[in-house]
């Protein structure tokens, strides 16, 4: 997949993508990352990317001129991507929304500062607006890596053959079941018994008992829209009567 990323500041991802599973899936060749840097696609004397906003008010506006321009040369290469821009007023990522756009070939990322961008370039050349929550960064450049790194584990070979992305938290609805590893006892601390039982069924079993408690515990909104067996309404009924019996 080809992910082309329009920002003011491309130095700031460096590191994030070169490092761990995505600097693997670049390597491999799994993931292709661009960076276009809009400043060069300015025509003013300085090279601006700014403005003062029309009607007055706090903060910067981001020009549509450089914006389209460089818009304009990455669509030329990728005529079918996807364009997306990041900002708060966007449809929120989620692990569907994620999932989704790892199908496509390409997606272009544009990253917004200061107030944001003049909305005749976000009408002229954005499909669609996503949001990776309910705050405000001081760039779109966090929340471009942050949709990077979540639909990059959806594209086949990135986590490795062995793991799936299917088997982590909120693929299914739920919270993640706690993890151990080495040592067995940690200071008198010890590892649930029958993670060391070499029991599959029963250690599974174990695992899903306690991703429902989690999900009960941390996140009982998230049991509304989860996909549950009638074990697991079982295992939850008598999770929700310790809980209430114990309160
Ligand atoms: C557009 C994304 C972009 C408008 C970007 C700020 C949060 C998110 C930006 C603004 C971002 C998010 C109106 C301040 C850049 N902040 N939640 N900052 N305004 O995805």
Redesign the pocket.
């Known amino acids: 997949m080809i992910i082309n990323i329009l920002t003011i500041f491309p130095e700031m991802f460096g590191s994030v993508f070169s490092s761990s599973i995505l600097g693997r899936a670049c390597a491999q060749g799994l993931l292709d990352i661009r960076l276009t840097d809009i400043r060069p696609f300015s025509t003013c004397k300085h090279k601006n990317t700014d403005d003062y906003p029309f009607g007055g008010g706090a903060g910067m506006v981001m020009m549509a001129q450089p914006i389209l321009d460089a818009m304009a040369a990455v669509s030329a290469d990728l005529p079918d991507a996807r364009r997306i821009y ?3 007023r ?1 449809r929120k990522l989620t692990t569907a929304v994620a999932r989704d756009l790892s199908a496509e070939k390409s997606l272009i990322l544009l990253c ?2 200061y ?3 003049d909305q005749r370039a976000l009408d002229a050349c954005v499909d669609e607006e ?11 450049e966090l ?1 471009a890596m942050v949709l990077t790194d979540c639909v990059a584990r959806f594209i086949p070979g990135v986590l490795g053959s062995a793991d799936s992305p299917e088997e982590e938290s909120f693929s299914d609805g739920l919270l993640e079941y706690p993890q151990y590893t080495r040592p067995r006892d940690l200071n008198g601390k010890t590892v649930p018994e029958v993670l060391l039982s070499g029991d599959h069924a029963k250690i599974r079993a174990w695992r899903r008992r306690e991703s429902l408690a989690a999900t009960l515990r941390f996140r009982p909104d998230l049991l509304k829209s989860a996909i549950l067996s009638v074990d697991d309404q079982k295992t939850l009924k008598e999770l929700e009567n310790k809980c209430s019996s114990e309160s």
């Open positions: 990041l900002g708060p966007g917004g500062h107030e944001g961008v996503i949001s990776i929550g309910d705050y405000i960064l001081t760039g779109g929340a």
